[in-house]
């Protein structure tokens, strides 16, 4: 491979007007998480112990139970963040890829030219769906952002979706 990581025979690929890279957010880190599971375990084990010594030894049980499903949520919750989309814009085409958290990957070639960016917007909350349409058929994108956050995105998005429009300009040196 040379350099630039090109093959001989490769196509030269088209500098990307626009791209993104959209993951859910999620507020825990691991070592936030690993703090919250020792502190939720050791007040379950106190309490567990306590209710041992008065008698009422199956709680020990549930309450060890409760902070295996705790754990389990989680868990749960961060594979699910391992899901990810990615829009790029170049002047020819629009790439929309979805990678579930299962690693399942779906891939979109769109004509940016036939795009059309629409929303679906709440009055009191802002912009709750983002959708790409082409030849009468609607591609939801963004939906881990905010509200707030898809208003950017579809704001930086459309821009992008008009200069590819637009077609490449020349500049003429003196």
């Known amino acids: 491979m040379d350099r630039d990581n090109s093959r001989p025979g490769d196509l030269p ?3 990307a007007i626009f791209a993104a890279v959209i993951t859910p957010h ?16 050791t007040l379950s084990f106190a309490s567990g112990v306590v209710f041992l010594i008065l008698g009422a030894w199956p709680v020990f049980g549930f309450l060890g139970l409760d902070v295996l499903l705790v754990y ?7 594979r699910a963040a391992r899901a990810y989309e990615e829009v790029t814009v170049t002047p020819t085409e629009l790439t929309v890829r979805k990678v579930s958290h299962r690693g ?18 709440h009055e009191e909350f802002g912009i709750e769906r983002l959708f790409l349409v082409s030849h009468g058929r609607h591609l939801s994108i963004a ?15 459309a821009a992008a979706l008009g200069e590819a429009r637009r077609g490449p300009t020349r500049t003429v040196l003196d």
């Open 26 to 41: 999620r507020s825990l880190s691991s070592t936030g998480f690993l703090i919250f599971m020792l502190c939720i375990g």
């Open 13 to 15: 690929t088209e500098p």
């Open 143 to 157: 939906s881990f952002l905010s509200p707030d956050e898809k208003a950017s995105f579809a704001t930086a998005l």
């Open 72 to 78: 389990w949520a989680f868990r749960a919750n961060f």
């Open 104 to 121: 399942a990957v779906r891939e979109w070639t769109l004509n940016p030219v036939w795009v059309r960016l629409d929303r679906a917007v």
